[in-house]
């Protein structure tokens, strides 16, 4: 097959496998067809890096050995990494995955840029256009990369969650966005000028590359772990709108679709969830909001007492309930508790009882964190309701059952003043009865107390999610 065919040949399977990447993503806006529109997605994959090998192994002027074995050993690691980790990993520890995913992706994004430039620099022909590319992915690559690896230690509590303020942090980050702006602006001007690079404008893009560093970094650690999922969103926006960028230098058409679909997709996710937050992402970005979940409350902000139930209290109200709102938050994700509420729920389910679950956008610490962990379960996808579409059901619910749920259930965010004020938020306190299984009195990341603990109407269960839950299940089946 002469270059041209096989030129021909590549490219084609290139949009096949860009249209599986569209298609996969459109089956995603549902549970019901999300698992799919993975496996479609995948296949995509697999067909632009099959076919793109297939190109390599075709062209006349081949590859060297070496270059063959650096593909291989990086096949080997990154697949063997990811088919470990993706089947190995807990579900509370998914965010802090997708945020490595995210810094690999980001960090291979400004690999192939940096890599882009010193190639048209050799060759003394880096074009305007070429330039503003490369550029761009190395800047955004880098800041996915440093930003992601913060959050994902924040995620996994290896750096606080509370806002770490640096010294004239925001004067830093504004500095070094100018930074970042000024010099792309003197190597498009060199570019167009010459048309080509010289040693000082190889120092310039490595002053771009470490300001894209240091700007992840100083972007990230003030924001607040209740902001994580709007960040790990963001991020990911970032992560491809860089690989965007250099399916653009190398003439990749899959490469070019793949990442601004992420890019994209990833862009209005962060605005549904900033709005669901009732927040400006710039607002975000600036941080500040989510103290640090763990820390012990009293409740001395709001006054009032809090009521202790047993299993067996609840146990009777949730068996002769007609309607029961379950509510799962992350702490139903540390106890890995999907399982067993999954087996309440089917409990219920024979006695006649009505149940629902009440699925807040930034539940959890990741976008669709609560939908992920219920769908392991097996729980069927009718009975996830959104916000929008619950909260009209509380008042007439008999029982709202909380599981690990805080920030997302505080009537404070209804009265101004608090940290939480404006954000929507489930109506919990408009059940006719609540109960809520916590293991303490700690705050959620916004670092306040809930006032829905002190309602007269809210039973307080203390227990692991999943201890609680199995003590629940018994009590149930003794009534």
Known sequence: MSPEWLYTVVFFAWLAGA???????????????????NRVSALGMTIAVGTTLLYLVGRP?????????????????????????????????????VSVFNAVGGGAAALVAIDDYLRISNQGQATVDE???????AVIGSVTFTGSVIAAGKLQGLISGKPIMIPAGRLVTVALAAVAVASTGALVWDAWQAGGASTWTLVIFGGIVAAGLLFGITMVLPIGGADMPVVISLLNSFTGTAAAMAGFVIGNPV????????????????????????????????????????????????????????PDD??????????????????????????AVRELAELLEARGVDVKYAIHPVAGRMPGHMNVLLAEANVPYPQLKEMEEINPEFERADVALVIGANDVTN????????PVSGMP??????????????????RGYAGIDNELYTNPKTGMLFADAKAGLAELISAVKAV
């Open 425 to 442: 938020i489930l109506d919990v306190d408009h059940a006719r009865s609540i109960v809520v299984i916590k293991r303490s009195m700690g």
């Open 411 to 418: 009537p404070a965010a209804r009265r101004p003043g608090s």
């Open 19 to 37: 249209a599986m990447f569209v298609i996969g993503l459109h089956q995603m806006n549902s549970p019901a067809t999300a698992r799919g529109g």
């Open 131 to 137: 330039t503003i590319f490369v550029v761009l992915g």
């Open 314 to 339: 609840v146990a009777i109200q949730l068996a002769y309930a007609s309607s029961v709102i379950i509510v799962p938050g992350y702490g139903l994700a540390v106890a890995q508790a999907q399982h």
């Open 255 to 310: 490469l070019i679709i793949a990442g601004a679909l992420v890019g994209a997709a990833g862009g209005i996710l962060t605005k549904l969830m900033a709005d669901a937050m009732n927040r400006s992402i710039m607002n975000i970005i600036a941080g500040g909001f989510g103290g640090g979940e763990g820390t012990v409350g009293a409740l001395t902000e709001t006054g009032g007492s809090v009521r202790a139930v047993t």
């Open 61 to 97: 002027e081949g590859l060297p050995t070496a270059a063959w074995i650096i593909i291989l050993v990086g096949f080997l690691i990154g697949g063997g990494f990811g088919l470990y980790a993706a089947r190995n990993v807990a579900m509370t520890a998914m965010p802090q995955l």
